[in-house]
């Protein structure tokens, strides 16, 4: 059974940073691609960072460049996400993700995909 439950949402000031964390259970080495996703209330999902988790690559949207990053420790089975620079607009409910995609090699590849597994999220609010 998978599971995947996110930590590390808080509130902080504009400006702060804060490190989320990503527990996984039950992936399978063919459940090859992961993200991070945000939605706030009454906007869309949006993608921050995708990752194909055998080769490593990662591919972030020209919107999350910069301010973001994905790492991994991978005998912990946890996903991580820096996060930088925060503003009020990053405010949101932050999710891990996972699925397969056997075809794909790289993350751009897996921001194309539609994702099968999804933890509960952790709340994150920057404050002005």
């Known amino acids: 059974q998978v599971q995947l439950v996110e930590s590390g949402g808080g509130s902080v000031h504009t400006g702060g940073s804060l490190r989320l964390s990503c527990a996984t259970s039950g992936l399978r080495s063919s459940d090859n691609c992961m993200a991070w996703y945000r939605q706030a209330p009454g906007k869309e999902r949006e993608g921050i960072v995708y990752i194909e988790t055998r080769s490593g690559t990662t591919y972030y949207p020209d919107s999350m460049k910069g301010r973001f990053n994905i790492s991994r420790d991978n005998a912990k089975n946890t996903l991580f996400l820096q996060m930088n620079s925060l503003k009020p607009e990053d405010t949101a409910m932050y999710y891990c993700?996972?699925?397969?995609?056997?075809?794909?090699?790289?993350?751009?590849?897996?921001?194309?995909?539609?994702?099968?597994?999804w933890g509960p999220g952790t709340q994150v609010t920057v404050s002005s």
């Open positions: 993700t996972a699925t397969w995609a056997l075809p794909c090699v790289d993350g751009s590849c897996c921001s194309r995909r539609d994702w099968h597994y």
